[in-house]
């Protein structure tokens, strides 16, 4: 996966802004000084076991990490009984409605900050904007760099490309609209995109082929991109769990393409004993990477309310797609 070109933002909170130097980094010369030192707390860097130590800061950066910072500090933070580690990395939000917000406070993302969050890839399961330079600020021209509490990469969503070429209609898209389509996602990655992400759960993309999927995704292929899928189906309402599981194989493989299952669930009790067979490493076949977390589920909500059978986007799409609003009052 392609994280080099995710934008570099600017942060609210320490840990998302610095770079975390392994432990084995030399020992400061005592006569160093430091504008802030973190002392006693158990390091984990990830490149080696834990250990009781100090991390020095100059600046944004961090200049020192081991057992005993020598120098003074112009602030002194005592971690004993505490772990200091990087800032995690979630690879699936929705935060992309905060991370655009006009509220300073909502681009904040305290929620993230305060679990150690401090970098969350957005445009998942086939959403977020088909804009994705004005997403980044990587647009030419953009009106104004805004500031955000933790940095943030993107996929292009799937579901926005479509809507932007043919809206909510249930056909295969022509020939002329398929060529936008993949502009929007060719562009979408020369401005920095992981990849492409779709849900094929979900209505308008639920319409579409595989063939229509894979020529997308051949796009984000050339660019070094990954295909991340919410899956057609995680249960039994259209092509059952296994068949949506081997068509996102199959499109990673049509399209040459790594591909991540974004969450693999058994969603009922019905494909509770083939759900194993899905989860296999070797489904993709020789020489494919593929991969997803995996999760056991009993309830699956939106707003706080069952989604029953009939309800599901691709049970009953053309009547969900016109009754959504009155549905999930």
């Known amino acids: 996966m392609r994280l080099a070109?995710?934008?570099?933002?600017?942060?609210?909170?320490?840990?998302?802004?610095?770079?975390?130097?392994?432990?084995?980094?030399?020992?400061?010369?005592?006569?160093?000084?430091?504008d802030v030192v973190i002392r006693g707390g158990t390091?984990?860097?990830?490149?080696?076991?834990?250990?009781?130590?100090?991390?020095?800061?100059?600046?944004?950066?961090?200049v020192f990490v081991g057992?005993?910072?020598?120098?003074?500090?112009?602030?002194?933070?005592?971690?004993?009984?505490?772990?200091?580690?990087?800032?995690?990395?979630?690879?699936?939000?929705?935060?992309?409605?905060?991370?655009?917000?006009?509220?300073?406070?909502?681009?904040?993302?305290?929620?993230?900050?305060?679990q150690g969050v401090t970098t969350a890839f957005i445009g998942v399961d086939g959403g977020g904007s088909v804009d994705l330079g004005k997403t980044t600020g990587t647009a030419a021209g953009?009106?104004?760099?805004?500031?955000?509490?933790?940095?943030?990469?993107?996929?292009?969503?799937?579901?926005?490309?479509?809507?932007?070429v043919?809206?909510?209609?249930?056909?295969?898209p022509t020939a002329e609209e398929l060529e936008r389509m993949q502009g929007h996602v060719r562009t979408a990655m020369c401005?920095?995109?992981?990849?492409?992400?779709?849900?094929?759960?979900?209505?308008p993309q639920s319409f579409a082929k595989r063939d229509e999927v894979a020529s997308l995704a051949r796009v984000a292929a050339v660019a070094g991109g990954i295909y991340d899928s919410h899956l057609r189906d995680e249960a039994s309402y259209s092509i059952g769990l296994l068949g949506a599981v081997d068509e996102a194989i199959a499109i990673g493989r049509e399209a040459a393409i790594p591909v991540h299952i974004a969450h693999i669930k058994a969603l009922g009790v019905d494909v509770r004993g083939p759900g194993p067979a899905g989860h296999r490493p070797d489904r993709g076949g020789a020489g494919q990477r593929t991969g997803g977390p995996c999760r056991p589920v009993s309830?699956?909500?939106i707003g706080h309310r069952p989604l029953r059978r009939a309800d599901a986007a691709l049970g009953a799409r053309r009547w969900a797609g016109r009754h959504a609003e009155a549905l999930f009052r």
């Open 5 to 34: 070109t995710a934008r570099q933002l600017s942060f609210a909170a320490l840990a998302a802004s610095l770079v975390l130097l392994p432990a084995s980094a030399s020992p400061a010369p005592p006569a160093e000084s430091f």
């Open 166 to 172: 043919i809206g909510n209609a249930d056909r295969a």
């Open 299 to 301: 309830v699956v909500g």
């Open 142 to 164: 953009a009106e104004q760099r805004r500031d955000f509490g933790i940095n943030f990469a993107s996929y292009i969503g799937f579901g926005a490309v479509r809507y932007a």
């Open 67 to 114: 057992k005993k910072a020598g120098g003074a500090a112009n602030r002194t933070i005592a971690a004993q009984g505490m772990i200091v580690a990087p800032g995690f990395i979630d690879p699936h939000t929705h935060a992309d409605g905060a991370l655009m917000s006009d509220n300073a406070a909502a681009r904040l993302l305290l929620p993230f900050l305060t």
């Open 191 to 203: 401005s920095g995109a992981l990849g492409l992400s779709t849900g094929l759960f979900y209505a």
């Open 43 to 62: 390091i984990y860097t990830g490149e080696a076991p834990p250990f009781v130590g100090d991390v020095a800061v100059r600046g944004d950066r961090i």
